[in-house]
């Protein structure tokens, strides 16, 4: 949800955009850099900090400065990608954002939960105002405290102070060698370039000033590291300070204090390779994905590194919590937690998670799954649940994010990086990596050191992503303009929504999830014969209930779709009773729900491409949703 870069280096205009590539799933509504030569001297003499600006997709940002050409001389840049929150999605309202006289830039990710307060006192400072973002707030504020005397990084002190709400913040100060910046809540990272030789040294002293000659990078997240540094810094909550090609310096509200710096796992670039798309890439990545999730689970998932889960009935209740598709794994995941050993389990989607507060304590742990770690209402469940005293443990795939740093305990679903907006192949290790946990459980009971994993071996051996052709007929069947209707119980259900959340994310069609059983509570009322109803029954156990609540909509001239793992020999006798049938294979019942969501995934994916969309960067969405 917006990302920030600052670049000290060579071509910051180049350099700047690049990145900005990689982080344009936190956002597409807009772009823009600011760049500046520093103390040599500003691009332009009256226009100390040149600024680009686009609405739309980065491409749009990249022409302009193509057209522009180069900003020669130009040493430090700031850059950002826009995820709208406060004003449209235009060129105005595109950061950076500069103070009225010009020599400030600043670029934000966050929400200033006061900007109205500052705006309002500003304007009475004779101020004005020429965008609708909370963010021209701060360029202003910091001309304002300038103007009162203080430099330049004493008025990003003051600025912080007031400021309330979630920032993370680059600024540009006219003929300064430095970046300066400021962080509270959402993410911020910086690295130097390991190109720099001379003073790597101090660099790698642990707890010492991060120091280095050469290129520097400020980003929102890692991957913007991974073929520049080896090692970055994280920095804290409530931390501000600058930074040039040599040196960064880090304050909180108590003076200057030193971060020691962490490894980059550099595995997690991905690229699109031949594929048309991240999400079918991500999709058909899916196999290997959980292979090498299962590995590093039979290595790492063990008594050693894991005491506290490896110790029998050590939690009273277990809450699971997530947003979006990372919900709809923690509701399977409860199913099975509570089917592999009893567990008492709950589900709360993360801005929710507030009203788990009564059973929360020292006896509760609450597993938070996010595949980007830094997802705004999953961070706001994790300090809640630490305040009330519960055990914590992220299951995350961004290793280096937020929640897998803040989290007691931390367990990587290993799916690597995820580009396309719309989760896929982390969903499905989610659910991998939900099933080790439940096995975890149960090898705890049992006095094992270690969970059997077996079960995802086999999957991994077994499963199958569907032959093309049939999916596409699928997409071309629910591109046609009814009313789609997913039914389903138990497990199944779980899947209809994450099948359903896809389509709608890629897609913009809308498919109503039902509990089967729920249907003639009220719903039935919203079938006629332009009805689509799809009975996901994949469960022997509900096989037959689902199926009489199908017919009972067929009754009332819906088109039935039967989703099943019956052979053709079980679903004979029923074999008018279907427009169409989808068959997926049979797994290991804790991880049908993996095999379960494939084609459903690629259904999205070819609905959305057979509708001229592009299902990587769905519009109003974003991949990491950094604000509550
Ligand atoms: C956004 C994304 C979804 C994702 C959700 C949770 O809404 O568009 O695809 O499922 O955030 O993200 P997380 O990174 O916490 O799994």
Redesign the pocket.
């Known amino acids: 949800m917006c990302g920030i870069v600052g670049y000290i280096g060579e071509n910051p205009e180049r350099n700047l955009l690049y990145k900005l590539r990689l982080l344009e799933y936190r956002g597409y509504d807009s772009a823009g850099i600011a760049v500046s030569r520093g103390t040599s001297g500003a691009p332009s003499e009256n226009n100390p900090l040149a600024v680009t600006k686009r609405a739309g997709e980065l491409k749009n940002l990249e022409n302009a400065v193509a057209q522009a050409g180069v900003t020669a001389g130009a040493r430090l840049g700031i850059g950002h990608t826009r995820w709208a929150t406060h004003g449209k999605p235009d060129a105005t309202n595109a950061h950076p954002h500069v103070s009225s006289d010009g020599k400030w830039a600043v670029v934000h990710n966050g929400i200033i939960e006061n900007h109205c307060e500052l705006k309002r006192f500003l304007q009475n400072e004779g101020y004005s105002f020429y965008s609708e973002t909370d963010t021209e707030t701060i360029a202003k504020l910091l001309e304002y405290f300038e103007k009162r005397g203080f430099a330049p990084l004493q008025a990003i002190k003051r600025a912080c102070d007031v400021l309330q709400g979630s920032f993370a913040l680059a600024v540009l100060h006219e003929n300064d060698d430095a970046i300066y910046f400021a962080k509270n809540k959402s993410p911020l990272y910086l690295a130097f370039s390991k190109r720099s030789n001379k003073k790597t040294a101090t660099v790698q002293q642990a707890d010492a000033d991060a120091e280095a000659e050469g290129d520097l990078f400020i980003a929102s997240d890692v991957v913007c590291f991974n073929d520049f540094a080896e090692e970055y810094y994280a920095l804290p909550d409530k931390t501000y300070g600058f930074a040039t090609a040599e040196k960064a310096e880090f304050y909180d509200g108590t003076g200057e204090i030193r971060l020691s710096s962490e490894k980059i796992n550099a595995k997690s670039l991905c690229l699109r390779n031949n594929y048309a798309h991240y999400m079918l890439k991500e999709i058909y990545d899916t196999k290997n994905a959980i292979k090498e999730e299962t590995d590093y689970f039979k290595t790492h998932l063990t008594r050693e590194n894991y005491p506290l889960l490896f110790q029998p009935r050590a939690f009273k209740k277990i809450i699971l919590t ?7 794994a923690a509701l399977t995941g409860a199913r099975i937690i509570e089917e592999k050993c009893g567990a008492d389990c709950e589900v709360y989607v ?1 801005s929710e998670f507030y009203n788990a507060g009564y059973k929360l304590n020292k006896h509760a742990l609450v597993v938070l ?7 705004a ?2 961070l706001a469940a994790l300090t809640f649940a630490k305040e009330k005293g519960a055990a914590t443990l992220a299951m ?3 290793e280096h994010s937020t ?1 897998a740093k803040a989290a007691d305990m931390a367990l990587p679903v290993n799916a690597g990086a995820e580009i396309a ?3 896929t192949k ?2 499905s290790c ?1 659910l991998v990596a939900l099933y080790a946990l439940a096995q975890t459980f149960q090898a705890a009971e049992r006095q094992l050191p270690r969970p059997d994993l077996s079960g995802a071996d086999e999957l991994v051996k077994r499963l199958s992503y569907g032959d093309e052709e049939e999916l596409r007929s699928f997409a071309t069947l629910f591109g046609e303009g009814k009313k789609l209707f997913f039914i389903g119980r138990g497990t199944d259900y779980f899947t209809a929504l994450e099948a359903s ?1 896809k389509i709608k ?1 890629t897609s913009y069609i809308n498919a109503d999830v039902y509990y089967a059983g729920e249907l003639k509570h009220g719903f039935l009322a919203l079938v006629d014969e332009n009805a689509y109803v799809t009975a996901f029954a994949t469960q022997k156990d509900t096989f037959l209930k689902t199926l009489s609540n199908a017919k009972e909509a067929q009754a009332r001239g819906a088109k039935i779709i039967l989703f099943t793992t019956a052979s053709q020999e079980e679903t004979k006798p029923y074999e008018n009773s279907f427009f169409r049938i989808l068959r997926v294979p049979k797994t290991d019942d804790a991880l049908q729900s993996v095999q379960n969501v494939l084609p459903w995934q690629l259904i999205a994916y070819f609905l959305s491409v057979s509708k001229g969309l592009n299902p990587d960067k ?1 519009r109003n ?5 950094t604000v509550e």
Do not use: F, R
């Open positions: 997530g947003c979006g598709t990372a919900y709809h993360g799954i996010s595949q980007s770690g830094e997802t209402d999953t995350i795939n961004a929640l907006v719309a989760s982390a969903y989610q959340l994310e769905p969405l974003a991949k990491s949703v």
